[in-house]
């Protein structure tokens, strides 16, 4: 997470672009993937700024989120 006063100004963006970098060139990795919740349009955008491609929604049972189990 980051903290409010850091949003909007492109840290999270660069964070996750170093990271997908970092797995392709240095770590040889031929997939990545990533997971938000479908309500956190932000981090939506994050991903795919960095080119990442939405395949479709990941069912969860019992996730903790936020304090709360969600179902």
Not at 23 to 29: A, E, K, S
Request: net charge positive; charged share 30%.
């Amino acid at each position: 997470h980051l903290h409010r006063d850091f949003w909007n100004r492109g840290y999270a963006t660069e964070a996750v672009r170093a990271l997908v970098e970092y797995g392709f060139i240095r770590r040889q990795m031929r997939r990545i993937y990533a997971r938000c919740l479908p309500e956190n349009r932000a981090s939506q955008r994050v991903l795919e700024k960095v080119g990442m491609l939405p395949e479709g929604e990941i069912v969860i049972e019992n996730c903790f989120c936020r304090g709360e189990v969600k179902q």
